[in-house]
T-cell receptor, first 113, second 110 residues
């Protein structure tokens, strides 16, 4: 089915470990986004990508790395996880940037112990 | 610094009542103001959006009111239903900037 999927849905990892969250969309949207959702902060943009091999920082990029070798995939890597990165992570995609509807995935709940 | 300030943090409304959620912004360059609805365990989904060239947009029971001079916009949910119980996020964007509010948890009591 068409849509946007994230994996894993739940992840527990230890401080200092590397972890990668996956995002896959089937609409061929140009833009893809990664957000983190925390109580009291709402949704904050981590990184976004305008096309394959084009990425840019959002509001809270520190500690995260992204890549986009294929249009449909946009993985997010925490190179050395910290407890402050415990959060729910949402991937989204859209046809354009600021004035276009963003379609969100179901989220990944990450706990760093 | 919060680019978009949203209030209240939580809201309880009786079935059939009107739910009102407010947002304020500072950056006058913002030119797109969407509202997203999020149910527990799901990702947000676009509910309704407005551009600053209109003062109001209505879609069914959902209305956005926009006050450009006050740099404020609000979501009104008429005849609120228990199925409207969710978290609502306002947002504002322009160019390569996109900011969400902190969210409002709405509970509609039957």
């Amino acid at each position: 089915d068409a849509g946007i999927t994230q994996s894993p849905r739940y992840k527990i990892t230890e401080t200092g470990r590397q972890v990668t969250l996956m995002c896959h969309q089937t609409w061929s949207h140009s833009y893809m986004f990664w957000y983190r959702q925390d109580l009291g902060h709402g949704l904050r943009l981590i990184y976004y990508s305008a096309a394959a091999d084009i990425t840019d920082k959002g509001e809270v990029p520190d500690g995260y790395v992204v890549s986009r070798s294929k249009t449909e995939n946009f993985p997010l890597t925490l190179e050395s996880a910290t407890r402050s990165q415990t959060s729910v992570y949402f991937c989204a995609s859209s046809e354009g940037l600021a004035s276009y509807e963003q379609y969100f995935g179901p989220g990944t709940r990450l706990t760093v112990t | 610094q919060q680019q978009v300030k949203q209030s209240p943090q939580s809201l309880i409304v009786q079935k059939g009542g009107i739910s009102i959620i407010n947002c304020a912004y500072e950056n006058t360059a913002f030119d797109y103001f969407p509202w997203y609805q999020q149910f527990p365990g799901k990702g947000p989904a676009l509910l309704i959006a407005i551009r600053p060239d209109v003062s109001e947009k209505k879609e069914g029971r959902f209305t956005i009111s926009f006050n450009k001079s006050a740099k404020q916009f609000s979501l009104h949910i008429m005849d609120s239903q228990p199925g409207d119980s969710a978290t609502y996020f306002c947002a504002a964007s322009t160019g390569n900037q996109f900011y969400f509010g902190t969210g409002t948890s709405l509970t509609v009591i039957p």
